[in-house]
């Protein structure tokens, strides 16, 4: 994969300069939209590479993913655990800079990278027949994309954001989430709908290589997970729309949406869990762990995942970043290191020295098989919606059995980690026997549902999944940390801070959005669906 993610506003800079060749001759063209206009070859399916590449993380050194999924939403949600003192997450300490991250500070984030291009695409191919396809993917891609920016957030720019270009509107106002929500759901249900496989064929798609029949499973799974969101505020809604979707989710594993990252191409494709977590811009590829407790849970439910994602001793004595191939994968061994552990001084940068350095090794870390480069970022699986299948099942008895939904869900959880590497494939008849040990039980049954959920999101290292479904649910309930100076008084953080740069950039706009916050505008403020 070698894609080019300005190639479409380069198209359009060369539709400029030809224009402006005969500025008097063509006056009428000159002062028409370039893109309504432009030459008949120009394709969208470019762009929608761009937005979906873009959402695995920014092109721009990983900093939404560093600071968003990693260094908040994976120690907040204890999946990992860290003593890196930057790493703000882990102590609940508020660092504006960071949970501003995933917005966008400066040219990054998602507004920018992936909200301006995927609006692009929607508003290009509206009513274009030949682009049939392309438009309802992209309608589904960018309500992926502002559902998590909602969930991070609340209140957003959602109906005017990225419209700058095409009315002119350069200050957005923030919708309410509720609102949101609603067109969401209305979205994603018409485009799922108008998907047809004899039309056109979408080129640009790096997800399903323009597989039709998967994108349709995939717009009625993510239909399900937004609809679940809303279990607490809008019950009715939620299980209108969880209703609507059955038997039209996802069947197998073999629907799993994830982007196969191509590090032989641009650096963009890299995977951008891995690059943070092999330390490219700090010491997290030696003093970032698997949190205890998410091992203790694999360890004391004998989870067959166990030994397959977590290593012990993983780097070599130096502090080196070559992996030794000496690591410890043994199930028996492996350790999560606590989160808010205070070692009473800061990591030095030179690990062989550091005199800390000796207990690292024995705190169990990712796997290298789930850090490679040209590895893979998972979107939305089967095990995943199979699970909240099993929710809607036992919260209102439709769609048949919750104890089936939630065995296929944990089954296809164990089993769906060769995307990562053919070797950590795990057979069906090892799930079957964990199954036996580890059956479902109604009166339990959300607790049970919502832990495998956690296990699963993190698993795909999707952890801003994690913090919105445990935000959701509650399940599993986590023992906050309690650190000195934390910003929360020692609860776990709700809900990401507007960035401060709102202010001044989008001032009365800001102002109200911030305002109206349930609990106020910061850490521990609520979304509209978070509702106690």
Known sequence: MKTNIFKQYSVLAMILVILSASCTKDFEKINTDPVSYGPNNFDPNYTLTSAQLTYTGSIDFSYDTWRGNLIYCSTM??????V????????????????????????????????????????????????????????IWKALIFARLTDLYGDVPYFQAGQGYYTSVFNPKYDSQQAIYTDLLKEVEEATNALNASNDKVTG?????????????????????????????????????????????MTSNADDAFLVHDTSGDRVTQNRNSQVLLGDGGQEHFYVKWSKTFIDLLKNTADPRLGKIAVTKLYLSDGSKNQNASFDANPAVQKGMPNGKDLGAVPSQNVSSDPFYTTMPDYSSPHPNMLKRNGVTFILSYAQTELLLAEAAQRWAIGGSAATH??????????????????????????????????????????????QYWLQSNIQFDFYETWSNWRRTGFPALTPVVFPGNATNGTIPRRFPYPVEEAAKNGVNYQAASSAVIGGDKLTGRVWWDKQ
């Not at 949600?77 to 860290?82: E, I, K, N």
């Not at 400066?106 to 508003?123: K, L």
């Not at 997970?225 to 019950?235: F, N, P, S, T, W």
């Not at 944990?410 to 070797?423: F, M, Q, R, S």
């Open 77 to 82: 949600m204890q999946g990992l655990s860290t």
């Open 84 to 139: 890196v003192s930057y790493w703000a997450g882990d102590k609940y300490m508020l660092n504006e800079g960071y949970t501003a991250a995933y917005w966008g500070n400066g040219a990054v984030g998602a507004y920018i990278e992936q909200v301006r291009p995927v609006v692009d695409v929607v508003e290009f191919t509206k009513g274009q027949q030949k682009y049939n396809n392309v438009h309802q993917i992209a309608r």
């Open 406 to 451: 939630f065995s296929n869900g944990v089954k296809a959880g164990i089993t769906g980690l060769a995307p990562y590497d053919a070797n950590m494939a795990i057979p069906a008849t090892t799930a079957d026997t964990y199954l036996l040990a580890n059956a479902y039980n109604a009166t339990t049954g959300l607790q049970q549902i919502n832990t």
């Open 205 to 249: 798609d790096v997800i399903y290589k323009g597989d039709i029949e998967k994108w349709k499973r995939f717009g009625n799974s993510l239909l399900l997970r937004l609809a679940m969101r809303l279990v607490k505020v809008d019950e009715t809604t939620a299980k209108n729309y969880a209703t609507k979707v059955i038997g039209k989710t």
